[in-house]
């Protein structure tokens, strides 16, 4: 089998925020084959996507590819002109984004986006690209494939979008797919349906394929190799079996470690978890119109829950179940339209602009996007500092030391106090968020999918440390995820959440045996680090048909 990409000693630089130019990839190599499927994995700023895009002569603003060879299907992509490349573009090679959601226009039609490349290249007639896009669309597995090009962007589902990005990107009859981490976004079940679809149409086109990722998991199910890459450097190659099995370089052992997060400890306190610290009753919140005193639309219908003193609950469900809108109702952003909330004994109002001092103290949310949670104007001394002078009023010298305790805490460097958001990686900024939470002094900490957005080792090292402030501290946790895995590591129950109530409660030793067929749908969808697992995977159809979100 030849090889359709040669990639030799690739050295790319890239100016840092003071100017200085640094060497991100240093010295890549990496072989595909026709047909190959192969997967880039590492943490954030590991080089994955820079080498990814360099396949099609490209480097983001601020980049420049500095040396090496990158051969596509017999052209050095890096000694073309920018107009040829541009030819190459769509046509040899295509790309899959991240999001669909923000690639595609949403006042054009979805038919118009898919043939829009056979249009620009002159590939076919319009109506020969319309045919052929039906034909990606059935592939696909799209729903109504003759008629879903008719519909415009926000009339599908992320799952369906996703897989229509990659309708667009197969139309031209590309030799390669980059695949950019296509599925992180996706509900674990969406997941599933993209995957297969991904899979089952690039193996008909017999086309060849980078998948960039974090998630080995994920990764398991769809490539033939995998490269590990590290800082900018090759740290391991091999089949996609002889990694997971039997894995050579140390950072890939850490990698694959991270997949089997250390099951949460007994309480050393046997009294512990016998006292209630929040107890929420037939609570119901939702948007919209409201109709004898309850809004038509119910994002949380009638849900009870009870979190005991030292201990956690965990709620899963996919987007759009109400978990997350369930947190800010118990923290108060988003007033309950009925129910009762009980916070260690006393009932709350349903605002927090109603709450006491110390009930808003004692109960503090630390949010998915530290990006977004965080002032970028502000030091990290100043985001850690607020809520120690609004909470405990101290002096600028007690808060100073306060802060150092607090870094201590989180496992940061005190020297991070003077460095704004920007300049901190996505692990140290959802510690710094996470510091700022521990600086009210709370007793519950309600945890809004804080891992999502972080890749696997990071991840990891944070439910480790949510576990050691739990021991020292006495802490409990509210952990909001749609990652089971996240969750069993670290929470004695787990609610299961579908369409605004809960359906379903079970401990982490009964997670093979629930109850509900939603949760059956959803625990059983969940990848395993094992190739055969998708190829093997048999879903109850009707549980598909009334439970998936397609």
């Given at each position: 089998m030849s090889n359709l990409v040669e990639v030799r000693n690739l050295r790319i630089e890239a100016k840092t925020?003071?100017?200085?130019?640094?060497?991100?990839?240093?010295?890549?190599?990496?072989?595909?084959?026709?047909?190959?499927?192969?997967?880039?994995?590492?943490?954030?700023?590991?080089?994955?996507?820079?080498?990814?895009?360099?396949?099609?002569?490209y480097a983001r603003p601020g980049c420049r590819i500095t040396g090496g060879e990158i051969n596509v299907n017999g052209k050095n992509m890096a000694a073309l002109s920018e107009k040829e490349r541009a030819r190459l573009r769509g046509t040899d090679i295509a790309y899959v984004p991240q999001s669909a959601a923000a690639s595609f226009n949403p006042s054009s039609t979805i038919m118009e986006q898919v043939i829009e490349v056979t249009r620009i290249h002159k590939l076919m007639s319009p109506e020969q690209a319309r045919q052929r896009a039906v034909e990606l669309f059935r592939a696909l597995s799209l729903p109504d494939p003759e008629g879903i090009g008719a519909r415009y962007p926000h009339q599908v589902s992320g799952g369906q979008l996703q897989r229509l990005s990659a309708a667009m990107a197969l139309i031209g009859d590309p030799k390669l797919v980059i695949f950019d981490e296509p599925t992180t976004a996706l509900d674990v079940t969406t997941q599933i349906d993209v995957l297969k679809a991904f899979k089952s149409a690039m193996r008909a086109g017999g086309i060849a394929g980078v998948y960039v990722s974090h998630d080995l998991a994920v990764v398991a199910q769809i490539a033939d190799r995998i490269v590990v890459l590290k800082a900018g450097e090759v740290q391991e190659t091999g089949s996609t079996a002889a990694i997971l099995s039997a894995a050579h370089h140390p950072y890939t052992r850490e990698l694959l470690a991270a997949f089997e997060p250390k099951p949460r400890q007994a309480h050393a306190d046997a009294d512990a978890g016998t006292k209630q610290l929040l107890r929420i009753d037939n609570v119901t919140a939702g948007y919209g119109a409201v109709r004898d005193g309850l809004p038509l639309i119910r994002a949380v219908d009638s849900v009870s829950l009870v979190v005991e003193k030292g201990r956690n609950l965990g709620i899963i469900g996919e987007s759009g179940c109400g978990k997350s809108t369930l947190a800010r109702v118990i923290a108060g952003i988003h007033p309950a339209a009925a129910g009762a909330i009980v916070f260690d004994g006393k009932e709350l109002q349903r605002a927090a602009r109603k709450r006491s001092h110390d009930q808003l103290r004692e109960m503090q949310i630390v949010f998915q996007y530290a990006d977004t949670a965080l002032n970028p104007a502000k030091p990290?001394?100043?985001?850690?500092?607020?809520?120690?002078?609004?909470?405990?009023?101290?002096?600028?010298?007690?808060?100073?030391?306060?802060?150092?305790?607090?870094?201590d805490m989180v496992r940061l460097p005190r020297g991070l106090r003077y460095r704004h958001p920007s300049e901190l990686s996505g692990g140290q900024k959802q510690r710094v968020n996470f510091a700022r939470a521990l600086a009210a002094n709370p007793k519950l900490i309600i945890c809004d999918e804080i891992t999502s957005a972080l890749d696997t080792v990071?991840?990891?090292?944070?439910?480790?440390?949510?576990?050691?402030?739990?021991?020292?501290?006495?802490?409990?946790?509210?952990?909001?995820?749609?990652?089971?895995?996240?969750?069993?590591?670290?929470?004695?129950?787990?609610?299961?959440?579908?369409?605004?109530?809960?359906?379903?409660?079970i401990t982490p030793d009964k997670l093979t045996a629930p109850t509900h067929p939603y949760s059956k749908l959803l625990f059983s969808s969940v990848p395993k680090l094992d190739p055969t697992w998708l190829?093997?995977?048999?879903?109850?159809?009707?549980?598909?048909?009334?439970?998936?979100?397609r």
């Open positions: 925020d003071a100017g200085r130019l640094v060497e991100i990839i240093k010295g890549v190599s990496l072989d595909i084959a026709d047909g190959e499927i192969v997967a880039l994995i590492g943490e954030s700023g590991s080089g994955k996507t820079t080498v990814a895009l360099s396949l099609m002569g990290v001394e100043d985001i850690i500092s607020r809520p120690l002078a609004f909470y405990h009023r101290l002096d600028r010298q007690a808060r100073s030391k306060r802060v150092d305790e607090l870094l990071v991840a990891a090292a944070v439910i480790e440390l949510l576990k050691e402030l739990q021991r020292e501290l006495g802490l409990s946790y509210i952990f909001i995820s749609h990652d089971l895995s996240v969750v069993e590591a670290i929470c004695d129950e787990i609610m299961v959440m579908y369409n605004g109530e809960r359906v379903e409660q190829d093997g995977l048999v879903r109850d159809p009707e549980l598909v048909n009334q439970y998936g979100h």
